[in-house]
């Protein structure tokens, strides 16, 4: 039997609020701006079946592959591996599916910050406004951004999206075999959204603010990035 390895990129928070925005909103296909400058618009916060890539030093190595982490120079010393070590982990679909009613009341945050349990007023700056969908291999859902400075990086294109959560993980035992990667993530608890410059999982995954997105369609999406 597979053993799943638990990893902590945040910790899960209460999700369950109430909105007073009409269904037409929350389901509108475009842009939306309230009266307060606020901004309504879809969000792909992650894509099913990619492939991200990591460094050796942001994953639990040793509950994962048994191996250690080489911080010196040189090449690794038996049952280690090197902390810059490139690792694929691969974000299945059983993943995505599990994530899908995670998401109306998560928090979006500007860059990474746990969201602790109290503390929302303090690091949101957005809300999703309702649970996602599968759309093919992208989940959808719909995003309110309402704190001024985030809603200038999303309309100047700072909008990708990356996840913040417990992450549980399994190893690959096809790993090192062309195409296979390193391990697979099978299960997230979400603890956030944060809006970032540049995602791990490249610019699909986004706030689709129509004039970023018209940019990025111009350009080669690549299939994997570092944050």
Known sequence: MPRLIEAEIGNLAPRQMLFALPDALRDTPVVYRLEDGSLVMDAVPLIADQDLLYFAYELPVEELFGLALDWTDGPAEGGKIKWDQPLTGRLTQECAEFT??????????????????????????????????????????????????????????????????????E??????????????????????????????????????????????SKEKVPHMKVT
């Open 100 to 169: 899908l009613d995670q998401f109306e009341g998560l928090p979006i945050t500007d860059g990474h910050t746990d969201v602790e349990v109290g503390r929302r007023n303090e690091v949101a700056v957005g809300t999703f406004l309702r649970d996602a969908v599968l759309d093919g291999k992208k989940v959808r859902s719909k995003a309110l951004v309402y704190v001024a400075e985030s809603i200038l990086k999303v309309e100047t294109g700072g909008s990708e999206l990356s996840i913040g959560g417990m992450a549980f993980m």
């Open 171 to 216: 190893v690959n035992s096809a790993r090192g075999q062309a195409g296979e990667p390193d391990f697979f993530i099978r299960r997230i608890n979400l603890n956030h959204v944060a809006l970032v410059e540049k995602g791990r999982a490249g610019p699909e995954a986004r706030l689709l603010n129509h004039r970023a997105e018209l940019a990025h």
